[in-house]
Every structure is written in C-alpha cells, then in structure tokens.
C-alpha cells in the first residue's frame, strides 16, 4: 500500500505576494517517488498558471479548508485521511498553519517541517519550539554552501535552484526584477532610473502582471527592459546565473537562491519580510533591505559598484559540487517521510539524486 503523505501549504499574490511555501513544496513533490501518495492541505489559490504546478497537479489530491467551520473540518480531515506523515511547508506560527499542526497530532507522529536556514541557534531553537515536529529540513545557505550539515533534529540542504550548464562560466550581462507584488516594483523602477543607463533589465511577472504594473513608467527608464511572464524554473534560475543584480521582495528563498546563482540582491522590504537578524551574518553583506526611498538612497552606493563591477560571491562551487540540488533535497525529504534511520548519511539522497 502507497505511504500517505500529506503536504500542508499556503498561496497568495494580494496584498503582498506569499508564493515561496508552495514553490518549494511543488519542487520537491515534482521530484519525490511515484509511488508516494500524495496529498496538499492548502490555503489560499492555487497557482494554476505556474509550469511545476501544472506539471504535478496530476498526482496530487488537493484540499482547501476555509470559511466559519475550519476547526472542525480541519479535524474530520485528518482523521479521515489518516495520512503516514504530514509535512509542513513552514514553520506553522499561526493561522491555519498552527492549527493543522495542533491537529496532525490526532493522527500520526511522523510531522516534517520545512523552513529557512538562519543559522544553527535558530534552527535548534525552532526544533525545540515545535516538539511534535520530529525532523527539519531547512533550506539556506551554511557558511561554506556545502549541503549534509546537521544539528539536533534537523539537517541543512541547499536552495531549491535549477542549475543551468553555463552556471558560473557565464557573464554577468543584466539586472532581474523579480516583480511578484507592487511594492518591489516600485521600488525597482525607482531604482532602476538612479543606475547607469543602457541596462539589460528582465522584469519577472504572475499572470497579476496587469494589475501589479498599472501606472508604473517601466517603458521610460533608460534601459533595455524585457518582460517574462510566469517563467518556468529553468529560464528563470538561467537568468540569475547571468545576472550582477537581482531586485525582489525581502523572502528568505528568493534571497538565497540570488546568492547562490552569483547574484547579490535589493530586497523591498514588508510588515512579515525576512529581518536583517534572520540572515546569517556570512549572507549579510550581499544583501540590502530596503524599506523607503530613505534607506534606498542609502544603499545606492554599493548597489552601484554591484552593478558596474560584478564579483564573485563565496558559494561560486555549490552548483558546481552539487548540480542538482532539487533532486538532493526530495532525497532527503523521502528518506525522513519513509523513516529512514540514515538521517545524516547523505548516500541515499546522492543516489536519489543521480538517478533522476
């Protein structure tokens, strides 16, 4: 009988784009072994336009719990299901996140978190936080970018990123906008119009790109700018390869994928962004977080210098030791869903890895 696993994430684009929980998790499941049965608690739309989505919603079973009753659907969910294992997208802090996790526990004791990767105090702190959660994957960048480190109940594995062949052999010829919600567009038109001219400029967009963009003067800055809509992971993971800057909102992943591709990165800043204190202190000096035109301002010097002379960042051999970190990643993920006692023993992974 196929193990059931049941996958809890959220989806939303207004007021402030929050897509990267159920990015990582279709990454992951589009990687993971046919003969799991899979199945998604998911709150918020479901990104149908995006090409992993539609390239795994086949096999999954997908239900969306909402409205004045969600406690108790919630509850007649699981015990109807009955899944093998639950996996939490993210750290479940509150909502409808919190209560599933207050709820997976009616059901089976095998939970799995996903979170970032702040550092071994934080990732301790959360594993001792959330005690039902028997093991945690978390997704970053160690100081030396190798994957396999592991700490009390958790392990450390890279950036789900694709790599292109050309992954730090390429020039680094253009600026990416990733360009999800309306105040990173903002800010990055604003940006934009202080750097020197004659930029190639790819602005990444959602199928909201009419409403996102309505009234911004893209069109008018002194660059050469391209427009990309719902890009799959390839096109998108080949630019910021080639990329010396990469413009986006202030999320964990997105940060870390840019600097793991070679980019640093100008993040708008938002009431629930990642906080300078949440990147490890290594990240820090390729990255700003900006809040206001104040703080830009600010910044602009070094974004200057990023942009007329592009450097190599330090996880330059990650894509290079590791070429496929996706496949990696769902290894490791299987081998915790499946109990495996090789928790730390990263054979089983690296063959997960090899095979796909």
Request: hydrophobic share 40%; glycine share 8%; proline share 7%.
């Amino acid at each position: 009988m196929a193990r059931r696993v049941l996958f809890v994430t959220y989806y939303r684009i207004w007021p402030v784009g929050q897509i990267g929980v159920m990015k990582r998790c279709l990454r992951l499941i589009d990687r993971m072994s046919d003969d799991l049965d899979i199945h998604l608690l998911h709150f918020g739309p479901k990104p149908v336009d995006d090409p992993v989505f539609r390239r795994v919603e086949p096999r999954l079973t997908i239900r969306t719990i909402d409205g004045d009753r969600i406690a108790a659907e919630m509850t007649d969910y699981f015990r109807t299901l009955r899944p093998d294992s639950v996996v939490f997208g993210e750290c479940p802090v509150g909502g409808s996140m919190l209560r599933a996790y207050r709820t997976a526990r009616l059901v089976t004791t095998n939970q799995i978190g996903i979170d970032n990767y702040s550092g071994s105090w934080l990732a301790a702190l959360t594993s001792l936080g959330y005690r039902r959660i028997r093991r945690w994957l978390f997704l970053g960048l160690t100081h030396n970018g190798r994957p396999g480190y592991t700490g009390w109940r958790f392990e450390v594995a890279p950036p789900l990123v694709s790599v292109p062949r050309d992954a730090g052999g390429a020039p680094r010829d253009r600026i990416c906008v990733m360009g999800y919600d309306r105040q990173t567009l903002v800010m990055a038109c604003d940006l934009l119009k202080r750097l020197p001219p004659n930029q190639r400029v790819e602005v990444f967009l959602t199928d909201e790109a009419e409403e996102l963009m309505r009234d911004l003067p893209f069109e008018a800055l002194p660059h050469d700018v391209s427009y990309i809509s719902v890009a799959a992971d390839r096109n998108l993971f080949a630019s910021f390869a080639r990329a010396k800057l990469l413009i986006g909102k202030a999320g964990f992943q997105q940060i870390v994928e840019s600097l793991v591709l070679g980019a640093p990165i100008v993040c708008q800043m938002y009431d629930a962004g990642v906080r300078s204190f949440l990147l490890p202190s290594y990240l820090r000096p390729y990255v700003r977080l900006v809040w206001t035109e104040a703080h830009l301002a600010k910044a602009l010097p070094k974004i200057r210098e990023w942009v007329e002379k592009p450097t190599p960042l330090p996880w330059d051999r990650v894509c290079a030791d590791l070429p496929d970190p996706v496949g990696y990643t769902a290894g490791r993920l299987e081998a915790l869903i499946r109990g495996s006692k090789a928790f730390g023993n990263h054979a089983e992974a690296a063959r997960h890895s090899d095979s796909q």
